[in-house]
């Protein structure tokens, strides 16, 4: 089985500053992880992905996470926060085949101080 | 646009009845998966199905059931609703062999009185 953990319900930066949303994974085998963006009343969008390879994944809207086996971590990252970054961030972990489908964490809202 | 769509988009029913809940999945998938999104929380996981066949199910009861159809569009049914039933549910699908990329609808809203 496996897990997510984001912490922090709420996260506030000012516009142009580092937006940092933290994500902690537990997996019995290797894992795949997402991060998806939701805005309000809308439906989950992808940002990345992470399966293999190189560590380092870059995304949609300037944002990018590394993935950390040793620290069983995958943290979201964007170098200047943007006004229209305000929504709500879910980090998924899932494993190859997905019969379990996506274990999502409980998401961290994300707010934009102009 | 992810090419899922989901219908309807809002629905209000009372205790006990009964509701299906539709989804089309983008083309040339051939696995669908359903999540229920309670206010304020992550999804959680439904169902999944893959070529018609329910291929894994999270911790929900049988009241939650559902259908894949040849051309690979997707029914949740959700039997003697209860107030708990109300939430966002989301319908996503996937090509199995590529990679687990996930894409998810604009889901379909239920709420239970």
């Known amino acids: 089985a496996q897990s997510v953990t984001q912490l922090g319900s709420h996260v506030s930066v000012s516009e142009g500053a580092l937006v940092l949303l933290r994500c902690n994974y537990s997996?019995?085998?290797?894992?795949?992880l997402f991060w998806y963006v939701q805005y309000p009343n809308q439906g989950l969008q992808l940002l990345l992905k992470?399966?293999?390879?190189?560590?380092l994944v870059k995304g949609i809207n300037g944002f990018e996470a590394e993935f950390k086996k040793s620290e069983t971590s995958f943290h979201l990252t964007k170098p200047s926060a943007h006004m229209s970054d305000a929504a709500e961030y879910f980090c998924?972990?899932?494993?190859?085949?997905?019969?379990?489908?996506?274990?999502f964490g409980k998401g961290t809202h994300l707010i934009i101080q102009p | 646009e992810t090419g899922v769509t989901q219908s309807p988009t809002h629905l209000i029913k009372t205790r006990g009845q009964q509701v299906t809940l539709r989804c089309s999945s983008q083309s040339g998938h051939n696995t669908v998966s359903w999540y229920q999104q309670a206010l304020g929380q992550g999804p959680q996981f439904i169902f999944q199905?893959?070529?018609?066949?329910?291929?894994g199910r999270g911790n929900f009861p049988p009241r939650f059931s559902g259908l894949q159809f040849p051309n690979y569009s997707s029914e949740l049914n959700v039997n003697a609703l209860e107030l708990d039933d109300s939430a966002l549910y989301l319908c996503?699908?996937?090509?199995?062999?590529?990679?687990?990329?996930?894409?998810f609808g604009e889901g379909s809203w239920l709420t239970v009185v």
């Open positions: 992470y399966t293999t390879g190189a560590t």
């Open positions: 996503a699908s996937s090509l199995r062999e590529s990679g687990n990329t996930i894409y």
């Open positions: 199905y893959y070529r018609e066949e329910e291929n």
């Open positions: 998924a972990v899932s494993v190859w085949g997905g019969a379990d489908g996506l274990t």
């Open positions: 997996s019995s085998v290797p894992p795949y």
